[in-house]
């Protein structure tokens, strides 16, 4: 019999009200509590998973260690919690209508009519069920809008758990918008009055409305919304914009919504700690330092595209008691007639990061600050991509190479320094290429990707997100995520590794090239995983911590100098 409790957050008026951050903080404040949880993401768009989605369109794609492609608020979840997700914690409209059909084309139905209600509504529960076994309580969130076509089976689905397990075991919790007119000096309820209402003409009546505004709500305004959505004044919380998403736990807390959940499902629970999370909050406001951190990539123009990295970054300054000021550039501003501008950006930074990414657009004007960074002592970190092209120009301006490439953005290099592994050259499934999820990586002692570990591991000895652990001949093994279809080219691998030059990260079979550094370079690294998918705010990535050190180190040091003392040497467009 399946003893999990539910909670089913749902949002209206508008999208982007941070249905995911609510959900993560939930699942904060009830781990806190003491409770087994899990959170799950249910996204109505056709597509199986946003692996081949636009980042323009759908922003990150958080990968799970399984090798899950998933929605970028599965980020959030395992930011705000102990969680390690899995593909399982993200389900699509696109995989429900795959399984359906594909079992209607087995015979499956006995020749039935195959129906939205029950044969989708039945997978979509059937899902949910599954990602909950064993759990204290699941909380579920539904993307997109209350009133969007799209999310109808997800919400019919919803609607019968609390008929199938009962109301003290289903909770429904909605999410909407109450703007304030600053003309009229007022703060408007009937946006949240009308998606209430929307919402229960489907037959889900939410027992707790989370109202997103930019100011704490007066008790008259939530005993009016109380009144017309049919729920006490109490369960009326709510979610004020706060100057960092790390706040919002203790926001929610101390609005009482966690002690509204566990009397409403009516389960037992100890009261919280939340002393990490207080300590998180307090360590943002009261920043020691500043640095200012060049990103410099190609999907600039939304920041939801680089998520996880933004955090990332926030977490690895907490680390040093400092805030960062993140300087995204887009690298296609190197590739004009006139590059003065975007060097004088770069030349404000002390730490530059080129993220990962995939495509011809913008390369040069990456390879350009990277050439940038090296040249002029600047604490660089490459990400993916990034530390694919650290490699790529390092050939051309050190090596001679000056014909070297990715097979990626050039089809036949004259030097392919990056390219694809022998195994996946003839694969033509999109994606089929990809190496996704959890790859072991050895460190090599004596590097600086070693003693970024090591320090990690000496420090904190057992850590909840980032696996470190030394091995009896003195080396490190480390498990990081990967979402790339290139690789560093073997046939190369003696000329790069005979000088400054090193390969530090290698897989365990000797044949993967995971971590390269220069070794007279101040802190120049570039990894082939994504870290930012294992940082959280409780556990920052050591590579995210020692960057943001390094940065603050030669932020000094330039300050010092004085500003006019960096070299202009790099690539020309």
């Known amino acids: 019999m399946n ?16 249905k995911g951050i609510a959900s993560s903080s939930i699942g904060a404040l009830l781990e806190a509590r003491g409770l087994n949880i899990t959170i799950q993401k249910l996204d109505p768009y056709i597509n199986v998973d946003p692996g081949t989605m636009n980042p323009f369109q759908h922003g990150e794609v958080f990968v799970t260690d399984d090798g899950a492609e998933t929605d970028l608020d599965l980020g959030h979840y395992e930011r705000f919690t102990s969680l390690f997700l ?7 409209s696109g995989q429900v209508y795959d399984s359906i059909i594909n079992n209607e084309r087995k015979g499956v139905y006995l020749g039935k009519t195959v129906q939205v209600i029950p044969h989708i509504t039945d997978e979509i529960k059937r899902n949910i069920i599954e990602v909950s076994k064993d759990k ?28 199938d397990l009962g109301r003290e075991n289903v909770l429904y919790i909605h999410l909407t918008l109450v703007p304030y007119i600053k003309t009229a000096d007022e703060l408007k309820t009937k946006p949240t009055q009308h998606s209430v209402k929307e919402l229960r003409t489907i037959g889900i009546e939410p027992s707790i409305i989370v109202c997103r505004a930019d100011r704490v709500l007066p008790s008259d305004i939530k005993a009016k919304i109380a009144l017309f959505c049919n729920v006490e004044p109490d369960a009326v919380i709510t979610a004020k914009d706060e100057e960092s998403i790390y706040d919002v736990p203790l926001s929610l807390h101390r609005e009482g919504l966690d002690v509204k959940i566990i009397e409403y499902l009516d389960i037992w629970a100890k009261s919280p700690d939340l002393s990490e999370w207080e300590k998180i909050s307090s360590g943002l406001k009261k920043a020691k330092h500043s640095v200012t951190i060049g990103v410099v990539g190609k999907y600039v123009n939304l920041k939801e595209s680089y998520k996880s990295l933004n955090e990332s970054l926030i977490h690895g300054a907490l680390a040093n008691e400092t805030h960062v000021d993140i300087k995204y550039i887009n690298s296609e501003d190197f590739e004009c007639e006139n590059i003065d501008a975007p060097l004088q950006e770069l030349s404000a930074c002390s730490g530059i990061l080129v993220p990962g990414g995939f495509g011809s657009r913008g390369i040069s004007g990456m390879v350009t600050a990277i050439n ?3 040249t002029n002592a600047i604490p660089y970190f490459g990400i993916c991509l990034g530390m694919q092209l650290m490699t790529v120009e390092y050939a051309r301006n050190v090596l001679g190479l000056k014909n070297a490439d990715s097979r990626e953005f050039n089809g036949n290099p004259q030097d392919p320094v990056i390219d694809l592994m022998e195994n996946q050259k003839n694969i033509g499934t999109m994606g089929g290429t990809m190496r996704l999820g959890a790859y072991p990586c050895v460190i090599k002692k004596n590097t ?22 030394l091995n009896s001949d003195g080396t490190i093994s480390i498990s990081e995520r990967h979402r790339h279809r290139f690789e560093f080219n073997n046939a190369y691998r003696e000329i790069f590794d005979n000088g400054d030059f ?18 007279t370079h ?7 995983f994504h870290p930012e998918f294992k940082s959280t705010p409780l556990s920052p990535h050591p590579l995210f911590k020692e960057f ?10 330039f300050e010092t100098k004085g500003r006019g003392s960096a070299k202009k040497s790099y690539e020309t467009c």
């Open 86 to 92: 899995t593909k399982k914690n993200n389900l699509t």
């Open 448 to 469: 600086l990707a070693f003693n970024i570990y090591f320090k990690n591991f000496k420090k904190s000895g057992k850590n909840t997100k980032n696996y470190v652990n």
């Open 372 to 374: 940038y960074a090296r």
């Open 548 to 557: 943001i050190s390094a940065a603050l180190k030669h932020s000094r040091k």
């Open 136 to 163: 204290d309580i699941a909380i579920v969130e539904i993307g997109g809008t209350v009133g969007d076509i799209e999310s109808l089976p997800f919400l019919e689905a919803i609607r019968q758990f609390r008929l």
């Open 522 to 528: 101040p802190w120049y690294i570039g990894c082939q």
């Open 502 to 519: 090193t390969f530090s990260g290698i897989s365990p079979d000797g044949k993967l090239i995971e971590v390269s550094e220069l070794k």
């Open 3 to 18: 003893k999990t409790k539910y909670i089913f957050v749902t949002g209206g008026v508008v999208s982007s009200l941070g």
